[in-house]
């Protein structure tokens, strides 16, 4: 059964810091893109950060550039966010998705949107507040 389970989300004030985790299962974890999206209430759900199967392309959002990393272990099957410097903004549920690792959907310049995504975790709550 094909699964992707986001860990690592909290409460933190404002300067601190996160470790996101998504874990997969079900399916063959090196052939995709993983992306993370994350959602604000009354907001619409925006990408924050992609990898492509290798490692090898990487987006960041504007917003989150010089204060987020994400990385892969294809080894554990496993995506990171690292974050820092965190601020109220951030604020929101955050969700891992997995696309197929075609041209255009991860590259530097660009992150595909949700659509392109096929499966997707269940989310994790990031509160960022004093």
């Known amino acids: 059964q094909l699964q992707l389970v986001e860990s690592g989300g909290g409460l933190v004030q404002p300067g601190g810091s996160l470790r996101l985790s998504c874990a997969a299962s079900?399916?063959?974890?090196?052939?995709?893109?993983i992306g993370w999206f994350r959602q604000a209430p009354g907001k619409e759900r925006e990408g924050v950060s992609c990898?492509?199967?290798?490692?090898?392309?990487?987006n960041y959002a504007e917003s989150v550039k010089g204060r987020f990393t994400i990385s892969r272990d294809n080894a554990k099957n496993t995506v990171y966010l690292q974050m820092n410097s965190l601020k109220p903004e951030d604020t929101a549920v955050y969700y891992c998705?997995?696309?197929?690792?075609?041209?255009?959907?991860?590259?530097?310049?660009?992150?595909?949107?949700?659509?392109?995504?096929?499966?997707w975790g269940q989310g994790t709550q990031v509160t960022v507040s004093s």
């Open positions: 079900g399916f063959t974890f090196h052939y995709y893109v």
């Open positions: 998705a997995a696309a197929v690792n075609h041209p255009g959907v991860c590259i530097a310049t660009m992150m595909a949107g949700p659509n392109e995504y096929e499966y």
């Open positions: 990898i492509s199967s290798s490692g090898g392309r990487i």
